[in-house]
Nanobody, 126 residues
């Protein structure tokens, strides 16, 4: 199995940027497709972005398309989420998740992921 640790969250003003990192350990990172989810207070956890094990394919939710960029460095066992032009509605706890290779490479549902990090808070002030 893989252990995931997120970092890089914080407080930022609207229009600002943050870069989240997800460090993986304990298993072969390139065996997993990866994703970022977020959960705002009182809302369900939602898929923000996903990336194929090799990095060759990506998916973005419409709400972040053009503002967020997902990437990964398999040599460093790390995934990233570059968040630009942040909005107050981006405020949430952000989680990284790993999905074993096989079948569809991403799922919009949290049940489709095998391992999770503990989350990092992102707060965007207006």
């Amino acid at each position: 199995q893989v252990q995931l640790v997120e970092s890089g969250g914080g407080l930022v003003q609207a229009g600002g940027s943050l870069r989240l990192s997800c460090a993986a350990s304990g298993s072969t990172f390139s065996s997993y497709h990866m994703a970022w989810f977020r959960q705002a207070p009182g809302k369900e956890r939602e898929l923000v972005a996903a990336i194929y094990w090799s990095g060759h394919s990506t998916y973005y939710a419409d709400s972040v398309k053009g503002r967020f960029t997902i990437s990964r460095d398999n040599a460093k066992n790390t995934m990233y989420l570059q968040m630009n032009s942040l909005k107050p509605e981006d405020t949430a706890v952000y989680y990284c998740a790993a999905r074993l290779d096989g079948g569809s490479w991403y799922s919009p549902n949290q049940d489709g992921y095998d391992f999770w990090g503990q989350g990092t808070q992102v707060t965007v002030s207006s």
